[in-house]
């Protein structure tokens, strides 16, 4: 499916570029997590927490670069590792939320991602 995929998503990139959209939008694509390596005993693959890709598109980012690696298998990171507060950090300094001050529920005031750092080269 990521032949598809892939076109669908350059086309909705494509198109938010030519509108001048891309000046206002953060384009993330991904997953909430990878597959595995190797096939099941089904030949499908089983959710896999420990690597997955994500693509981010605005006009912060430089195009066409690739942050960290996976394994030769593509199923553990072998080259910086991130969390996903670290995503969460990036995404909240991209939509310019400032993470130092609490966002408040109706029981207490929480901090989000406040400790965490973006993930360099997306900034």
Known sequence: MM???DQAFAALINDLDKRGLLEEI???FGSEFGRTPRLNKFQGHDHWAHAFSLLFADP????GQII?????DGGFVADKPYLLEDLAA???EK???DRGQPIYTASRPVFLAHDSKPIEGLM
């Open 90 to 92: 990036t995404i909240y």
């Open 60 to 63: 912060g980012v430089p195009g």
């Open 68 to 72: 960290g690696a996976s394994d030769r």
């Open 26 to 28: 953060l384009g993330i």
């Open 95 to 97: 939509i310019r939320l």
């Open 3 to 5: 032949g598809s995929t």
